[in-house]
């Protein structure tokens, strides 16, 4: 069983930076990849970015990339979401979930969930 806890969210303006944090418990959560989704207000939740296990492999969407960053640390069993030059359009509830297989941008891969963090950028 893993449980996930997600911080860091706020209110920022447009071209600001936020981390997110995704802090796991659960002493197999190291050999889970983690993803992060965002859902913002009457839109479906979609994939953001992705990390293997490991952290040696990373996966970002179109729209984030080149802007975020997704990290973890395992000694801490946390998952970061870096996230620069941000635009009003990046604002939704993000979460942050784990896959006991590869991970990747498919909501239905993943097993557990967070309960998610709002981010706001301002124009």
């Known amino acids: 069983q893993v449980q996930l806890v997600e911080s860091g969210g706020g209110l920022v303006q447009a071209g600001g930076s936020l981390r997110l944090s995704c802090a796991a418990s659960?002493?197999?959560?190291?050999?889970?990849?983690t993803g992060w989704f965002r859902q913002a207000p009457g839109k479906e939740r979609e994939f953001v970015a992705a990390?293997?296990?490991?952290?040696?492999?990373?996966y970002y969407s179109d729209s984030v990339k080149g802007r975020f960053t997704i990290s973890r640390d395992g000694a801490k069993n946390t998952v970061y979401l870096q996230m620069n030059s941000l635009k009003p359009e990046d604002t939704a509830v993000y979460y942050c979930?784990?896959?006991?297989?590869?991970?990747?941008?498919?909501?239905?891969?993943?097993?557990?969930w967070g309960q998610g963090t709002q981010v706001t950028v301002s124009s």
């Open positions: 990390i293997s296990w490991n952290g040696a492999n990373t």
């Open positions: 659960g002493r197999t959560f190291s050999s889970y990849a």
């Open positions: 979930a784990a896959d006991v297989d590869g991970g990747g941008p498919r909501i239905q891969e993943y097993d557990y």
